[in-house]
């Protein structure tokens, strides 16, 4: 593409075995460039057939590797391997998901997709526990899914010098996941990246609501009555309550809206319970406690016993209907598809109180502080005392908890056929596809050392910022600025930008949404009383369907925008990283990190690129945010039980609701987290690169651009296969140095002087 300037040749001899692409006056064997065909190699490839006996470098997945190359052959290695090892994995994930599709449909109870129904705690515990199967088994799946998109996009050696040699060239990218690439690589590759790209979203919308639970919630009666009701042998006067008689006693309602057949029964059969002592005696202290919630799963109806010498006569005509009890209130589970009414449903227990403007929910609080009293002493005519009596003792009915475990036979299905085409892909592309893409920095390095690349010649002080525009480029000496780089450098201010923008897009979106979801509460709620993850009427959103499947998409959503926002956070820190590990090259001699079968000096790569020091902790980030992200937006499947255990309330006798919930305090932790996130890829941008040696990135024009060796081959190696560093390797007459990666020693590059490279 450019012609070399004569005065940059190098002047040390070429190596004793030569490529085939150019050979020294002084070889014995003149083999002109027009000569060697495009499928030709280089003589040192021979070198990657050299067997190595250090166990600890046989591939990047160790010992398996060996294995795999034994029995399947020298190409199962490298990037094959490892899209083999994921697909074995994704038949085993697809024979756990055929394995519990099946068993949910044979456990499942007459209940339709019921698969337990039972204790709370022992349904959050085992809810709990699968989900971080699921978890794991989806994680499986994505990460082969990642890994294996990534050596798609990888571009091979002839894509390279394809692109290369346009007019102007092009640089592709080199050991990260690259959408640009994908113009350049084969249409083969390309689509079967979209079809692992495009079977991914479905899994991160649905897996995880293949199962979910649900908890239910009791209607209940809360009666205020004297201590001799439950000593009365005839329930005096407990049935046939006139409605009127109900609501006077500051039932709250009126008349034509009270079920007074079902508050008689319900009051004599806690009379009839309380004399066979089959209720629970709680102190009015835990008493207050257990009521004071919206989710009441474990108990119903309620008996306040208040001390005989603190409640008027029956005769006085303040009781309901000449009875012992004086005043009923309802819990009604209805209330929860309002969250309004929903954060008013235990009001009652500060009935007694004159403040009414605050919500029950805060004064609460207060109550621990003074004797507890709900209610008011009314007459038939409706005149009331000032409050009713302080509260003795409760007998509370404690019922058995109707939480269930819920499995969807639709989701199940779909999962598993999406897993079973997962896993027939990877078995395609490591069967099928044929091309050895370069997918590391080592790999790369190695090719163009063992293959020069003519379109690169001449300008060894290039760096991945003069090819960012792909506007040409020029050749020639250029003096050295003794520049000092920073991580930001090694990525384009375009693409910093756009994974800025996405991210603080999102925190902005997220902040917007936590103002209305705060705004949304009712006066006097804190952010403490909502935990995480916290199932609360106050924090419900009622307005939307009540469809398992829209809510669970709803819910799952963000979880795809975490995915490729933490996508492009960690494709820029692996592009940093990167960086560090090229100027590493200009202090000492080292090994090659590549992803075939380390061959000599080689080492293994890190999983493609990512030292496990900064990998490790970004896998954590990535599983913390997405557990809070799960806890900020959520799934809410209530079930409503009647004062009876039947299951249907209101007039409707609606059985259930779902929709979705969200945690202020969860949405916090979010944003403090993302703009943790943010600050630190800004921070960690302006850490200083050591001097010594231009930054190449992931662009392959850089990476050839330092590839162009003068050293001598006196064994059977290739230069590729040895340990090296990157420094001056000759001088010209005029004074015009040349760099290059060198198994030699090498000087380093001074400031201010010429080296081979383009001026401006």
């Given at each position: 593409?450019?012609?070399?300037?004569?005065?940059?040749?190098?002047?040390?001899?070429?190596?004793?075995?030569?490529?085939?692409?150019?050979?020294?006056?002084?070889?014995?064997?003149?083999?002109?460039?027009?000569?060697?065909?495009?499928?030709?190699?280089?003589?040192?490839?021979?070198?990657?057939?050299?067997?190595?006996?250090?166990l600890?470098?046989?591939?990047?997945?160790?010992?398996?590797?060996?294995?795999?190359?034994?029995?399947?052959?020298?190409?199962?290695?490298?990037?094959?391997?490892?899209?083999?090892?994921?697909?074995?994995?994704?038949?085993?994930?697809?024979?756990?998901?055929i394995?519990?599709?099946?068993?949910?449909?044979?456990?499942?109870?007459?209940?339709?997709?019921?698969?337990?129904d039972?204790?709370?705690?022992?349904?959050?515990?085992?809810?709990?526990?699968?989900?971080?199967?699921?978890?794991?088994?989806?994680?499986?799946?994505?990460?082969?899914?990642?890994?294996?998109?990534?050596?798609?996009?990888?571009?091979?050696?002839?894509?390279?010098?394809?692109?290369h040699?346009?007019?102007?060239?092009?640089?592709?990218?080199?050991?990260?996941?690259?959408?640009?690439n994908?113009?350049?690589?084969?249409?083969?590759?390309?689509?079967?990246?979209?079809?692992?790209?495009?079977?991914?979203?479905?899994?991160?919308?649905?897996?995880?609501?293949?199962?979910?639970?649900?908890?239910?919630?009791?209607?209940?009666?809360?009666?205020?009555?004297?201590?001799?009701?439950?000593?009365?042998?005839?329930?005096?006067?407990?049935?046939?309550?006139?409605?009127?008689?109900?609501?006077?006693?500051?039932?709250?309602?009126?008349?034509?809206?009270?079920?007074?057949?079902?508050?008689?029964?319900?009051?004599?059969?806690?009379?009839?319970?309380?004399?066979?002592?089959?209720?629970?005696?709680?102190?009015?202290?835990?008493?207050?406690?257990?009521?004071?919630?919206?989710?009441?799963?474990?108990?119903?109806?309620?008996?306040?016993?208040?001390?005989?010498?603190?409640?008027?006569?029956?005769?006085?005509d303040?009781?309901?209907?000449?009875?012992?009890?004086?005043?009923?209130?309802?819990?009604?589970?209805?209330?929860?598809?309002?969250?309004?009414?929903?954060?008013?449903?235990?009001?009652?227990?500060?009935?007694?109180?004159?403040?009414?403007?605050?919500?029950?929910?805060?004064?609460?609080?207060?109550?621990?502080?003074?004797?507890?009293?709900?209610?008011?002493?009314?007459?038939?005519?409706?005149?009331?005392?000032?409050?009713?009596?302080?509260?003795?003792?409760?007998?509370s009915?404690r019922?058995?908890?109707h939480?269930?475990?819920?499995?969807?036979?639709?989701?199940?299905?779909v999962?598993?056929?999406?897993?079973?085409?997962?896993?027939?892909?990877?078995?395609?592309?490591?069967?099928?596809?044929?091309?050895?893409?370069?997918?590391?920095?080592?790999?790369?390095?190695?090719?163009?050392?063992?293959?020069?690349?003519?379109?690169?010649?001449?300008?060894?002080?290039?760096?991945?910022?003069?090819?960012?525009?792909?506007?040409?480029?020029?050749?020639?000496?250029?003096?050295?600025?003794?520049?000092?780089?920073?991580?930001?450098?090694?990525?384009?201010?375009?693409?910093?930008?756009?994974?800025?923008?996405?991210?603080?897009?999102?925190l902005?979106?997220?902040?917007?949404?936590?103002?209305?979801?705060?705004?949304?509460?009712?006066?006097?709620?804190?952010?403490?009383?909502?935990?995480?993850?916290?199932?609360?009427?106050?924090?419900?959103?009622?307005?939307?369907?009540?469809?398992?499947?829209?809510?669970?998409?709803?819910?799952n959503?963000?979880?795809?925008?975490?995915?490729?926002?933490?996508?492009?956070?960690?494709?820029?820190?692996?592009?940093?990283?990167?960086?560090?590990?090229?100027?590493?090259?200009?202090?000492?001699?080292?090994?090659?990190?590549?992803?075939?079968?380390?061959?000599?000096?080689?080492?293994?790569?890190?999983f493609?690129?990512?030292?496990?020091r900064?990998?490790l902790?970004?896998?954590?980030?990535?599983?913390?945010?997405?557990?809070?992200?799960?806890q900020?937006?959520?799934?809410?499947?209530?079930?409503?039980?009647?004062?009876?255990?039947?299951?249907?309330?209101?007039?409707?006798?609606?059985?259930?609701?779902?929709s979705?919930?969200?945690?202020?305090?969860?949405?916090?932790a979010?944003?403090?987290?993302?703009?943790?996130?943010?600050?630190?890829?800004?921070?960690?941008?302006?850490?200083?690169?050591?001097?010594?040696?231009?930054?190449a990135?992931?662009c392959?024009?850089?990476?050839?651009?330092?590839?162009?060796?003068?050293?001598?081959?006196?064994?059977?190696?290739?230069?590729?296969?040895?340990?090296?560093?990157?420094?001056?390797?000759?001088?010209?007459?005029?004074?015009?140095?040349?760099?290059?990666?060198?198994?030699?020693?090498?000087?380093?590059?001074?400031?201010?002087?010429?080296?081979?490279?383009?001026?401006?």
């Amino acid at each position: 593409m450019f012609e070399p300037i004569p005065s940059l040749l190098p002047t040390k001899k070429r190596p004793t075995i030569q490529p085939r692409w150019e050979s020294d006056v002084n070889s014995e064997v003149q083999i002109p460039l027009t000569t060697m065909s495009d499928n030709d190699k280089p003589p040192s490839s021979i070198s990657y057939e050299i067997p190595n006996t250090r166990l600890e470098k046989q591939s990047i997945f160790g010992l398996s590797g060996r294995v795999a190359e034994k029995y399947l052959g020298p190409r199962f290695t490298g990037w094959r391997f490892g899209v083999l090892s994921f697909a074995f994995w994704a038949s085993i994930v697809l024979s756990i998901n055929i394995a519990a599709t099946v068993l949910g449909f044979a456990v499942a109870s007459t209940e339709k997709g019921v698969f337990f129904d039972g204790d709370c705690v022992y349904v959050k515990r085992l809810n709990t526990g699968l989900h971080l199967a699921i978890n794991i088994l989806s994680t499986v799946i994505l990460a082969g899914s990642n890994y294996t998109m990534q050596c798609l996009s990888a571009p091979t050696r002839s894509e390279i010098d394809a692109a290369h040699s346009r007019k102007p060239g092009v640089h592709l990218d080199v050991g990260i996941l690259s959408i640009r690439n994908l113009s350049y690589i084969s249409e083969r590759r390309t689509f079967l990246w979209f079809l692992l790209g495009i079977s991914s979203l479905p899994l991160h919308l649905i897996y995880n609501s293949a199962v979910f639970g649900s908890i239910s919630t009791n209607s209940y009666y809360a009666f205020s009555v004297g201590e001799g009701f439950t000593k009365d042998e005839q329930c005096t006067n407990c049935s046939n309550i006139s409605k009127e008689a109900i609501s006077t006693k500051n039932y709250g309602r009126p008349a034509y809206s009270v079920d007074a057949v079902e508050v008689s029964s319900t009051l004599e059969s806690l009379w009839s319970k309380a004399r066979a002592d089959d209720l629970e005696k709680l102190d009015y202290s835990k008493c207050r406690d257990e009521y004071a919630t919206s989710i009441l799963s474990n108990r119903r109806n309620l008996l306040l016993v208040l001390d005989d010498s603190d409640i008027p006569s029956p005769a006085d005509d303040y009781s309901m209907n000449g009875s012992l009890a004086y005043w009923v209130t309802k819990f009604e589970t209805y209330d929860w598809l309002s969250p309004k009414k929903g954060s008013l449903t235990f009001e009652w227990i500060c009935s007694a109180l004159d403040d009414r403007s605050t919500p029950c929910s805060v004064l609460v609080k207060n109550l621990k502080k003074e004797p507890w009293k709900v209610g008011k002493f009314c007459n038939d005519k409706g005149n009331c005392l000032l409050s009713g009596a302080p509260v003795k003792y409760c007998l509370s009915e404690r019922v058995e908890p109707h939480c269930k475990l819920h499995f969807e036979p639709n989701i199940a299905i779909v999962v598993t056929v999406l897993n079973f085409f997962k896993a027939g892909l990877l078995f395609y592309i490591a069967f099928t596809v044929r091309d050895e893409p370069l997918m590391a920095m080592g790999d790369a390095v190695a090719s163009f050392l063992d293959k020069e690349d003519i379109e690169t010649r001449n300008m060894c002080l290039s760096s991945t910022a003069d090819f960012r525009n792909d506007k040409g480029y020029k050749v020639g000496p250029r003096q050295y600025s003794g520049e000092t780089y920073r991580w930001k450098d090694v990525t384009s201010k375009r693409r910093r930008c756009i994974t800025f923008v996405m991210f603080l897009l999102a925190l902005a979106v997220l902040s917007y949404l936590l103002k209305l979801g705060i705004d949304n509460l009712p006066t006097g709620a804190t952010l403490s009383q909502f935990a995480f993850g916290a199932v609360d009427p106050r924090t419900t959103i009622n307005f939307r369907s009540e469809d398992l499947i829209s809510n669970a998409l709803t819910a799952n959503t963000p979880q795809v925008i975490l995915s490729l926002l933490y996508y492009a956070y960690n494709s820029l820190f692996t592009a940093m990283l990167m960086g560090y590990e090229w100027v590493t090259y200009s202090r000492q001699h080292k090994g090659l990190r590549v992803t075939h079968r380390p061959s000599g000096a080689q080492r293994s790569t890190y999983f493609l690129q990512l030292p496990y020091r900064f990998g490790l902790p970004l896998m954590a980030l990535s599983v913390t945010l997405h557990w809070l992200v799960s806890q900020s937006i959520f799934l809410v499947a209530i079930e409503f039980y009647n004062v009876n255990g039947d299951m249907g309330v209101g007039s409707s006798s609606k059985r259930d609701f779902k929709s979705l919930g969200y945690s202020p305090l969860a949405i916090i932790a979010v944003l403090v987290l993302g703009g943790l996130m943010v600050i630190s890829i800004i921070a960690s941008g302006y850490i200083p690169y050591k001097r010594g040696m231009p930054l190449a990135g992931t662009c392959s024009l850089a990476i050839s651009a330092a590839c162009h060796p003068t050293d001598r081959v006196d064994d059977d190696q290739s230069i590729g296969e040895k340990k090296l560093q990157w420094g001056v390797v000759s001088t010209g007459d005029d004074e015009v140095g040349h760099c290059a990666f060198s198994a030699d020693d090498v000087e380093a590059v001074v400031k201010g002087k010429l080296y081979g490279g383009f001026t401006t």
